[in-house]
């Protein structure tokens, strides 16, 4: 993958009100092309940071339920900041698109200029990447092979209500701000969730370091990520003091209320956010 492409990107923020930036990268984070308005260093941070977040996403497909083909079926990742949103899709074998926007973008138009994009880009991008997205991740294999054995997670019976009452949504757990597992909902083998613990942990890295892709304004602060297979979802979100939330849910669940009662429950979880020591949730 040489040529650059940057051209043919100008199509998003040329035809989408509040679209900020596009850029196209590789599945080892190399920047293939960009629109203006981006220093070398911000697209080099961007690449990695999407590259990453992709990686990461498809290591945390079993979170999101059984599958047919393990992390094949990811289709997008979207991240919310106060200050505007960061959308990631795959273009092709080996490439990805991510495009920023402000607070109030269309999201549909948004998401159909990157999909026609992404056709109209076509035999360009058929270059395999250096590595493999697992091996960018880190995570990906032990991910994919961990058992169900092993000691409960620690249940919060809180998250127990918010999933039962949620038709479609499977289970959740919660990490403190240093990125520790604090409990999970009922049937959360513990292996299994200090494992999804970890990816969420380094999905939750990524998403904060692409503060600056999605806008730059004063207070701006990140509010959730949301990742996007054919076989479901996982959601996180901030539940303040630095801790926060990662849930799933089938394709058919009502998302919208899932995110809205996860945002609900999160105050009365701030005890077992708390770093070890200084609260009475240690797991």
Known sequence: MTADLSWMLTDIVNNVPKARHAVLLSADGLPRGATD????????????????????SQAASRFAGPSAIDGQEWSQTVIEFTHGWIFLIGAGQGAYLAAAAGPDVDMQQISFR???????????????????????????????QIEATGRPA?????????????????????????????????GMNRDLADT?????KGLHVYSRSAS????????????????????????LTAAG???????????????????????????????????????????
Do not use: C
């Open 212 to 235: 600056d892709f999605a806008g730059v304004e004063g207070n701006s602060e990140w509010r959730q990520t949301v990742i996007e297979f054919q076989h479901g979802w996982i959601f």
């Open 196 to 200: 999804m613990a970890a990816a969420m």
């Open 114 to 144: 990157m999909h026609r994009l992404v056709a109209r880009l076509g035999g360009n991008l058929t270059s395999l990447p250096r590595v493999s997205a697992e091996d960018a991740g880190g995570t990906g294999g032990a991910t994919a």
């Open 241 to 283: 003091d630095g801790a926060f939330l990662a849930a799933a849910a089938e394709p058919s669940s009502n998302i919208e209320e899932l995110t809205t009662l996860l945002h609900d429950v999160a105050p009365r979880l701030g005890a077992y956010g708390t770093p070890r020591g200084k609260g009475s949730g240690d797991a």
């Open 154 to 186: 620690v249940v919060l019976t809180e998250l127990d209500k918010v999933i039962a009452s949620v038709k479609g949504a499977r289970h959740a757990v919660l990490l403190g701000a240093e990125g520790l597992l604090r409990g999970a909902t009922t």
């Open 37 to 56: 308005g981006l220093t070398k260093k911000e697209l080099g941070t961007i690449a990695v940071s999407m590259a990453g977040m992709q990686s990461l």
